[in-house]
């Protein structure tokens, strides 16, 4: 990646008025929007002008940001315009003709990172923030986007590269009288260390289970009103509904929209096969029914389904059932004191099985989510961790210098999260810290 190029990209349709936004980002962007007759407004500033293409004049807002502060540290210039995609499109030939070139997947972000504007972990931040498909997803992805993991590794790192400039500062002055750093307080600071870590490991959340998509299971026997239920939730007609015990043959599955997020629902064949079921031969019901318990087994969610009127003993299914709700309640008489009664048909009690579900699919909400954090990051901590446990080990047999490589390796394994830690940070820390020449 060259960042002396000029890249530009153009993101979809935005606000009420349908807008596109051309984004340039390079030494070359002020003068690419000159060349469409656009005034430049100035740093963080708007101006409504009319831009013209080859003859082709059309409206347009032209937002200007001045290196270094724009997103990617270098000038950056949004010309927002009409939602038109073939505008759009001949918008970016003339910008390539005259010289921009079309940005690579994340180099706008790249850009940023390479220019000191964001560290790895904001960066990935970004991406988990475009990914997100959840309020849950959102909010984890923006506290890493707007640096919560690297405020959080700063305090752990700043003592680990205190440590190990007095350990290197006890190694240059071995020949001497002089120790800068007592057993007694490595140990401390090295318990410390790792109470810290594993504190960060333990409140956070992987990104990638975050991305996740909950999967709920309706499971019941034949004609409990799992296919109702499930058309209710999507809000659409996808399983076919008849009075006839079996209808439901596959599992069938649709996506519903909960309060925070989407989950797919499985509308699953009935556990146990009608009695007079003869024209499904047995080993295509002993399939059917396989295939039911495996996708109970890998269900996030597992709702049994009962018909309210249904008085035999409760479905052994293959793991214990996270709710039990009951269908058909405006039929019933009387209704059970177990489970949440609902009624697909007449709307009953259903916000509150969205809600429990909601409540299911992504845990109770405590008004934040956890600290997303990516394998990456917790491989570096993983690291960082063994590398501390070698380096309490050292301590005790008294051997500086391999303490010090292992405190090395670990200020690397977190610097991985980040960004790297440069033997100058060290030193400045000695000479800063200590009054060498006394």
Same mark, same amino acid.
């Given at each position: 990646?060259r960042?002396d190029d000029?890249i530009?990209?153009?993101?979809?349709?935005?606000?009420?008025a349908?807008?596109?936004?051309v984004?340039l *980002?390079g030494?070359?962007?002020?003068?690419? /929007?000159? =060349?469409?007759?656009?005034d430049?407004?100035?740093?963080?500033r708007?101006?409504?002008?009319?831009l013209n293409l080859d003859?082709? @004049?059309?409206?347009g807002?032209v937002?200007q940001? $001045?290196?270094p502060r724009?997103y990617?540290?270098q000038?950056l210039? @949004?010309l927002? $315009?009409?939602?038109?995609p073939?505008?759009?499109?001949?918008?970016l030939d003339r910008?390539a003709r005259d010289?921009a070139?079309?940005?690579?997947?994340?180099?706008?972000t790249a850009r940023?990172?390479?220019? =000191?504007?964001?560290?790895l972990?904001? /960066? @990935?931040?970004v991406?988990?923030?475009i990914a997100?498909?959840n309020?849950?997803?959102l909010?984890?992805?923006r506290?890493?986007m707007?640096?919560?993991?690297s405020?959080r590794?700063?305090a752990?790192m700043n003592?680990?590269?205190q440590?190990l400039a007095?350990v290197?500062?006890?190694?240059d002055f071995?020949?001497q +009288?002089?120790?800068l750093l007592p057993a007694?307080?490595?140990?401390q600071?090295l318990?410390n260390l790792q109470?810290?870590?594993r504190?960060l490991v333990h409140?956070?959340?992987?990104?990638?289970?975050?991305?996740?998509e909950?999967?709920?299971?309706?499971a &019941?026997r034949?004609?409990?009103?799992k296919s109702?239920l499930?058309? %209710?939730l999507a809000?659409?007609?996808?399983s076919?509904?008849s009075p006839?015990?079996?209808?439901t043959?596959?599992a069938? *599955?649709v996506?519903v929209?909960l309060?925070?997020?989407?989950?797919r629902? $499985?509308?699953?064949?009935g556990?146990?096969?009608?009695?007079?079921?003869? *024209?499904?031969p047995i080993?295509i019901?002993?399939?059917m029914q396989?295939?039911?318990?495996?996708? $109970?087994?890998? %269900?996030?969610?597992?709702?049994?389904?009962?018909?309210?009127?249904d008085?035999?003993a409760s479905l052994d299914?293959?793991r214990?059932a996270?709710a039990v709700v009951?269908s058909k309640c +405006?039929?019933a *008489?009387?209704?059970?004191?177990?489970g949440l009664c609902i009624?697909?048909?007449t709307?009953?009690?259903?916000?509150?099985l969205?809600d429990?579900l909601?409540?299911?699919?992504?845990g109770n909400d405590?008004?934040?989510a956890?600290?997303a954090?990516?394998a990456?990051?917790?491989n %570096?901590i @993983?690291?960082?961790? /063994?590398?501390?446990?070698?380096?309490?080990?050292?301590?005790e047999?008294n051997?500086?210098?391999?303490?010090?490589?292992?405190?090395?390796e %670990?200020?690397?394994a977190? &610097?991985?999260?980040?960004?790297?830690?440069?033997? +100058?940070?060290i030193l400045g820390r000695?000479?800063?810290t200590?009054?060498?020449?006394k």
């Open positions: 990646m960042l000029t530009c990209a153009i993101s979809s349709a935005v606000g009420p349908a807008r596109m936004v984004r *980002s030494p070359l962007a002020p003068q690419l /929007a000159r =060349g469409l007759g656009a430049l407004p100035g740093h963080g708007a101006l409504r002008a009319p003859g082709l @004049e059309f409206p807002w937002y940001f $001045i290196a724009s990617t540290g000038d210039i @949004e927002h $315009i009409p939602g038109n073939l505008l759009a499109r001949r918008l910008l010289g070139r079309s940005a690579e997947p994340g180099e706008f940023a990172y390479f220019n =000191g504007k964001l560290d972990a904001q /960066a @990935e931040g991406a988990a923030a997100a498909q309020a849950q997803q909010h984890a992805a506290r890493l707007a640096g919560e993991l405020r590794l700063a752990p003592q680990l590269a440590l007095l290197e500062a006890d190694i071995s020949d +009288d002089v120790q007694l307080h490595a140990r600071h318990r109470d810290q870590l504190a409140n956070s959340a992987r990104i990638e289970k975050l991305s996740h909950p999967t709920i299971v309706l &019941g034949p004609n409990a009103g109702t499930a058309n %209710a809000a659409q007609t996808r076919i509904v006839v015990a079996g209808t043959r596959d069938l *599955s996506q929209k309060h925070r997020g989407i989950v629902v $499985i509308d699953m064949p556990i146990e096969a009608p009695a007079s079921d003869e *024209s499904t080993q019901q002993r399939q396989r295939q039911a318990q495996r996708m $109970i087994d890998e %269900a996030d969610v597992v709702v049994l389904v009962r018909d309210v009127a008085a035999r299914l293959p214990a996270d009951y +405006d039929l *008489s009387q209704l059970p004191a177990d009624s697909a048909h709307g009953t009690n259903m916000p509150e969205r429990k909601d409540r299911l699919a992504f405590t008004g934040g956890a600290l954090m990516a990456r990051h917790l %570096a @993983e690291q960082a961790r /063994a590398a501390l446990d070698r380096a309490a080990a050292r301590l047999q051997h500086l210098d391999l303490l010090a490589a292992d405190l090395r %670990a200020l690397d977190l &610097g991985q999260v980040l960004g790297a830690v440069t033997p +100058d940070d000695i000479f800063a200590f009054c060498i020449g």
